[in-house]
């Protein structure tokens, strides 16, 4: 393995969900941005998105209610 030290490091705007490393040698490689979120910042994202799917389930459920007792 060779270690190589990255001279720019850019988001593509509009962002894309990607970032992009280059070397000096003009050399470049894309990866996801989601490969350098922290692992706290996605637990807690997964959590945000769990308790949303909780809160539409109970709306339909009660909108649905609603609909039976009319």
Known sequence: MIWISLVEL???DPP?????GKIAS????TFPT???ELEE???HL????EEESKK???K???EGKKVAAA
């Open 10 to 12: 850019s988001v593509d």
């Open 16 to 20: 894309t969900g990607k970032l992009t």
């Open 26 to 29: 003009g050399l470049y490689r």
């Open 34 to 36: 989601s490969a350098f």
């Open 41 to 43: 910042e996605e637990e």
């Open 46 to 49: 997964d959590k945000k998105v």
């Open 56 to 58: 539409e389930e109970s």
């Open 60 to 62: 339909v459920e009660d």
